[in-house]
C-alpha cells in the first residue's frame, strides 16, 4: 500500500504513473484494473454529458444560482471572451457541472460533489484544446484518483471535517496531477503540480450561504480549476514545491483543525453571514417554514373531507 | 479531524461515486446508508424512521438528505435520477417516514440512526457520512459493526460460543473465497453475537445457505458492495 507521496515518488519513478496506481487499487481493493478503467470511462462519459446539460444553464434547487455556464457559454460563443480558449472551456466546464449538481443532477462527486466540477473542468477542457486522446483522459482520472486516495488517509475528504481546502484544494490537486499526466509529466511532476495547488488553496474556509451547495461554491469550481491548471503549468515547467507534497496534507489537518466549527459547513459564518449571506438563509427559512404550514394545511383538509364524508 | 481509515479509499471511492447533486457527504452519502438500511432489512419496507444527529438535522433539508435517505431506503442507487421525487414515490407505495433530531453522541457531524420496518422484520442501524460519499456504519441491529459497504460483506448473527469463527471461515475457505477482514462484537458473553466478513469476491446462495445451518447461527446475512 502507498502511504505517503514520498513512497509513491520512488515507486513511480521512470514509471507510467496511472499503472502504478492501477496495481496498488488492484492489490489492495481486489478490483482488476481493466474494471476500474471501464469505470472510469462510463464516468468520463458521465462528466461529458453533464458538462453538455449544463452548458445551457437552469435554476438550482435553491434559487441561488444557475446561469452562470449559459452567460459564459453565450460569451465565449460570441468571441466576447478574452482569455484563452482553454482557460475559458476549464471554468465554463466547471460551472456546467456545478449547475447540474445544484439541480440535483446526476454527477461524478470529484473527490465530492461539491467539489466535483473541478476535475472535470480542467481535464476535459485540456483533452479538447490539446487534442488529448479520450483514453489517456481517463487515466488521468486513474492518477487524480490516486493522488486523492493518498490525501485521504491522514484527511478527511469534506468540508465539515477541515473547510473547503479539503474539498475544492483537493479537487484541485487531483486534477492538477492528472493535467501534468496528460501533457506528458513524469511522477514526480505530478506530485510537484498536486502540491503547488493544494499549498495555495490552504486555509479556504467553507462557508455555504444558507447551507446550500451553491454560493460560493458553484464559481469557486470554476476559480480552482483555472488555479490548478496553473499549478500544473509550472511544474511542468519543472518548477518544484519546496515543502513536499506529505506535509502539505499534514498542514492542511491542522489547520483544518484550527478552523472554528463556524467555518466549517454549518453556514455560522464568513459569507454565510454576511448581510447579504443572513438574509438569503433568512428568506430560505421562511419559504421552508410556509411550505411546511401549507401541507400540514392540506392534511387537515383531506382529514375533515374523509370526516365529512364518513 | 485526522481520520486514519483502516483501509485506503479506492481510486473509484474518489473519483465517484456517479450521484444525484448536490452533496456527496449529505446526498450521496445518506442516501447509501438509507440503502444499508433496505438491504439488511431485505423486505418491502412500510416504515422508515430516520434519527438525524443535530448537525445533520440542521443541513438536511436544503440538500436534499431527505430524498436521499427515502431514496436509498427503497432501494434506489445513488446515481438514480428519481431520488429527487423518491419521498412522492415512497408515500405512493405506502410508506410511512419521519424525520427527527437526536443527538447520537461523539460522532461525525453527519450521522444518522435508521430504523427500517417491513411487514414481518425490522432493522437498525447508525452511520455516518464522512464525505466523498463514503459511509461508515458503526452499528447494526444494536451490535458493534465496522461496514462501509464498500466490498462484498457477510453479516452474521449467532448465539456466541467457541468454534463459532473457526467453522464459519473454514466453510469461507472451503468456497475458496477470500477474507479482507473480519470483526466480531457481541452483546454479553455466550449471548447474542455479531459477526462482519469483508470478502474479496461474492458469495453464492449456496455457500449463505451452508454458512446459514452452522449451529447456533440465527441468520446469515449477505450484502454485496452498496452502489
Ligand atoms: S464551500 Fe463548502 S460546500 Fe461549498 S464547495 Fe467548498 S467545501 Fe463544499
Known amino acids: 500500500m502507498i502511504e505517503s507521496f514520498a513512497q509513491l515518488e520512488q515507486l513511480g519513478a521512470g514509471r507510467d504513473l496511472a499503472d502504478v496506481f492501477l496495481e496498488t487499487d488492484e492489490q489492495e481493493h ?23 446539460r449544463g452548458k445551457s444553464g437552469g435554476t438550482s434547487m435553491g434559487k441561488l444560482v444557475g446561469h452562470e455556464a449559459r452567460l459564459l457559454n453565450e460569451a465565449f460563443q460570441s468571441g466576447k471572451t478574452f482569455l484563452d480558449p482553454l482557460t475559458v472551456k476549464a471554468e465554463l466546464y466547471a460551472l456546467a457541472v456545478m449547475g447540474e449538481n445544484s439541480r440535483m443532477g446526476v454527477i461524478v462527486a470529484a473527490p465530492t460533489a461539491g467539489a466535483g466540477g473541478v476535475v472535470p473542468g480542467m481535464l476535459l477542457a485540456l483533452e479538447e484544446e490539446r487534442h488529448v486522446d479520450p483514453e489517456k483522459t481517463v487515466r488521468a482520472l486513474v492518477v487524480a484518483g490516486g493522488i486523492g486516495s493518498i490525501i485521504a488517509l491522514s484527511a478527511s475528504i469534506s468540508g ?64 480552482f480549476a483555472v488555479h490548478g491548471l496553473t499549478a500544473a503549468q509550472l511544474a511542468m515547467a519543472g518548477v518544484e514545491s519546496v515543502i513536499p507534497m506529505d506535509e502539505i496534507v499534514e498542514a492542511m489537518v491542522r489547520i483544518g483543525r484550527a478552523l472554528p466549527r463556524g467555518l466549517r459547513e454549518t453556514a455560522e459564518g464568513g459569507l454565510a453571514t454576511t448581510i447579504t449571506g443572513s438574509a438569503i438563509a433568512q428568506r430560505i427559512k421562511d419559504e421552508a417554514n410556509a411550505r411546511r404550514a401549507e401541507k400540514a394545511k392540506e392534511r387537515e383538509r383531506a382529514a375533515q373531507e374523509r370526516k365529512g364524508g364518513a | 479531524m485526522a481520520v486514519r481509515h483502516d483501509r485506503k479509499v479506492s481510486i473509484l471511492d474518489v473519483m465517484g461515486p456517479v450521484m444525484v447533486g448536490p452533496s456527496s457527504s449529505h446526498t450521496a452519502g445518506t442516501a447509501r446508508l438509507g440503502r444499508v438500511a433496505y438491504e439488511i432489512l ?13 448537525p445533520l438535522a440542521a443541513t438536511y433539508r436544503g440538500h436534499g438528505s431527505d430524498f436521499a435517505l427515502v431514496g436509498g431506503s427503497i432501494g434506489l442507487n445513488v446515481d438514480d435520477p428519481r431520488i429527487p421525487e423518491a419521498i412522492r414515490i415512497a408515500e405512493q407505495m405506502g410508506l410511512e417516514i419521519s424525520f427527527s433530531e437526536e443527538d447520537l453522541g461523539d460522532v461525525h457531524p453527519n450521522t444518522v440512526r435508521i430504523e427500517i420496518r417491513g411487514a414481518s422484520r425490522e432493522a437498525e442501524i ?21 461496514f462501509k459497504g464498500d466490498s462484498p460483506t457477510l453479516l452474521l448473527f449467532y448465539r456466541d460460543r467457541p468454534g463459532m469463527i473457526s467453522e464459519v ?59
Open chain 1, 160 to 223: 465539515a471535517a477541515g473547510g473547503c481546502q479539503n474539498e475544492v484544494g483537493v479537487a484541485s490537486a487531483m486534477g492538477a496531477a492528472g493535467v501534468a499526466y496528460m501533457m506528458g509529466g513524469t511522477t514526480k511532476q505530478s506530485i510537484h503540480a498536486a502540491a503547488m495547488a493544494l499549498k495555495n488553496t490552504l486555509g479556504l474556509v467553507c462557508d455555504p450561504v444558507g447551507g446550500l451547495v451553491e454560493v460560493p461554491c458553484v464559481k469557486r469550481n470554476a476559480l
Open chain 2, 42 to 54: 431485505d423486505d418491502d419496507p412500510v416504515r422508515v424512521d430516520f434519527h438525524l444527529h443535530p
Open chain 2, 169 to 227: 471461515t473454514a466453510i469461507i475457505a472451503e468456497e475458496a473465497i477470500n477474507i479482507a477482514s473480519l470483526y466480531c462484537s457481541r452483546k454479553q458473553r455466550g449471548k447474542d453475537a455479531f459477526m462482519q466478513i469483508d470478502v474479496d469476491s461474492p458469495v453464492s446462495d449456496a455457500a449463505l445457505a451452508r454458512i446459514g445451518s452452522v449451529r447456533d447461527m440465527r441468520e446469515a446475512k449477505y450484502l454485496d458492495r452498496i452502489p
Open chain 2, 126 to 146: 447508525i452511520g455516518s457520512s464522512i464525505g466523498g460519499g463514503v459511509i461508515e456504519v458503526f452499528k447494526i441491529n444494536g451490535f458493534q459493526a465496522r
Open chain 1, 30 to 52: 481486489a478490483v482488476p484494473a481493466a474494471d476500474i478503467l471501464e469505470a472510469l470511462r462510463k464516468r468520463r462519459a458521465v462528466m461529458r454529458d453533464c458538462v453538455e
